[in-house]
């Protein structure tokens, strides 16, 4: 039975749509001869495979760890782990190894981060809520966005993140329109953004938070920032910066995710969150009527990974992965695309964001689009990207380029391909 005539749906699942991801991630394997730059998987030969083996056969051959593994866990995850992930951050934030930061008290281990993505804006936000967007933002998050029925709306970005002063616009027109109470978040994906590539710096998250918090006597409630570090490890130039839970004194406003997919493997679905102490326990009910607790099977292959020094040592080969891959997809633009066509060096992440023309239709049911796909190569609709906000004009200029799971010799071929596109139009 068809979803539009099934009467037995709930209003959420009458009003999910299909997410564009499914299609794009369909056509590739139905069309094996089609390049996709689009979406979905990551790098396969630097998959942890020999190193997961050697892990999985120590944790099973351990009758104690063995069983533990395959045993239920706790709705918030292994102890062990957290305490190892909160340690990672602490790290990656510059802090003195060993030092206690007290992040593992408000940490939960999730499937993937997107399910925290997810457990959040349903412990947040109420249909008819607003969620405040970069402009573009994660696609698929948008998904969530639309499926719970909340409105975006968009912040324009610079180089550097999001545009503070557009931020404060944004706000100052919702107070006005005394729509600021149902504002719950502005949701930054802050290093090497899908889809962008762009990394927000420090001083533009401690900006954003500050304006957060003038705004909330208005709306009444606190409105949190959700950072989301999905792309944080996969560094291959430039210096690293702290995340906004460095931003001192605003533990209570801060939400962090993070996983481990990128700089491990998609295939193991970890990732993890550090909630301020109001929405931990929230949250945590929420997971345990989710699942009461991610995979701890795979929690015990993700710890032994950090513990045994196999995740930094693979991480370094992802990292040095997309350095080259990136550099063959800027090299191919170079080479390939006219100079009326705009983009960025990515620094990090998996994505090149390309502009083409204003006059240029780039979306799924554009010309464009489709002569893309008659020279098999395939790519991301910027539209996409782009949550809808009746207070702007969708920009469809745009395409974001991945460079995750094309090989080198693939990335230039769907480069050229494209490019004959570009050309023709
Ligand atoms: C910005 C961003 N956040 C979150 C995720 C979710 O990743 P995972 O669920 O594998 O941790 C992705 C995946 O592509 C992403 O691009």
Redesign the pocket.
């Known amino acids: 039975m068809s979803t539009k005539t099934n009467s037995a749906l709930s209003e959420l699942g009458r009003r999910t749509s299909a997410p564009p991801i499914s299609w794009l991630m369909r056509i590739k394997l139905e069309r094996p001869k089609l390049v996709s730059l689009a979406a979905?998987f990551t790098d396969n030969d630097s998959l942890p495979l020999a190193g997961s083996r050697r892990l999985m056969n120590e944790l099973l051959r351990d009758r104690a760890l063995g069983q533990a593994a395959l045993q239920y866990g706790s709705t918030a995850g292994d102890d062990a782990l957290i305490e190892r992930t909160a340690g990672r951050i602490a790290e990656l934030d510059g802090a003195p190894a060993g030092q206690a930061t007290g992040l593992s008290k408000r940490l939960v281990i999730t499937?993937?981060?997107?399910?925290?993505?997810y457990l959040l804006t349903e412990a947040l936000c109420d249909r008819g809520d607003i969620v405040l967007v970069e402009d573009p933002t994660?696609f698929?998050?948008l998904g969530i966005m639309q499926s719970r029925g909340l409105a975006g709306r968009g912040v324009r970005m610079n180089r550097d993140g999001i545009d503070l002063d557009h931020l404060e616009q944004v706000l100052e027109s919702l107070r006005r329109s005394g729509e600021l109470k149902r504002v719950k978040m502005l949701y930054l994906?802050s290093y090497y953004?899908?889809p962008t590539g762009r990394s927000t710096g420090f001083a533009v998250k401690r900006g954003a938070i500050e304006l957060l918090r003038k705004y909330e006597r208005a709306a009444g409630h606190p409105i949190y920032l959700l950072e989301?570090a999905?792309?944080r490890e996969l560094r291959f130039a430039g210096e690293p910066a702290p995340s906004a839970l460095s931003v001192g004194g605003v533990a209570e406003r801060v939400i962090y995710?993070g996983?481990?997919?990128?700089p491990f493997a998609?295939g193991v679905?970890?990732?993890f969150g550090v909630l301020p102490e109001a929405l931990l326990e929230p949250v945590l009910r929420i997971k345990a009527n989710h699942d009461f607790g991610t995979s701890h099977l795979i929690q015990q292959l993700v710890l032994k990974a950090l513990e045994s020094g196999e995740f930094v040592k693979n991480l370094k080969k992802v990292q040095a992965r997309y350095r080259a891959k990136a550099g063959a997809m800027t090299a191919a633009i170079k080479e390939f695309f006219p100079s009326s066509v705009e983009w960025e060096k990515p620094e990090g992440g998996?994505n090149v964001w390309a502009g083409l023309p204003r006059s240029t239709n780039t979306g799924m049911k554009s010309g464009f689009f489709r002569r893309a796909l008659e020279q098999d190569v395939l790519y991301v609709p910027g539209n996409l990207c782009y949550a809808d906000d009746a207070t702007r004009r969708k920009p469809s200029h745009e395409m974001r380029l991945s460079f995750g799971a094309a090989p080198e010799a693939d990335i230039r071929r769907g480069i050229r391909r494209l490019g004959r596109v570009i050309g023709k139009n």
Not at 259 to 262: A, G, I, N, Q, V
Request: aromatic letters at 18%; hydrophobic letters at 25%.
């Open positions: 979905g499937h993937g981060s997107q399910q925290f993505l994660y698929v998050y994906v953004q899908n989301d999905a792309y995710s996983t481990y997919s990128k998609t679905r970890v990732g998996l």
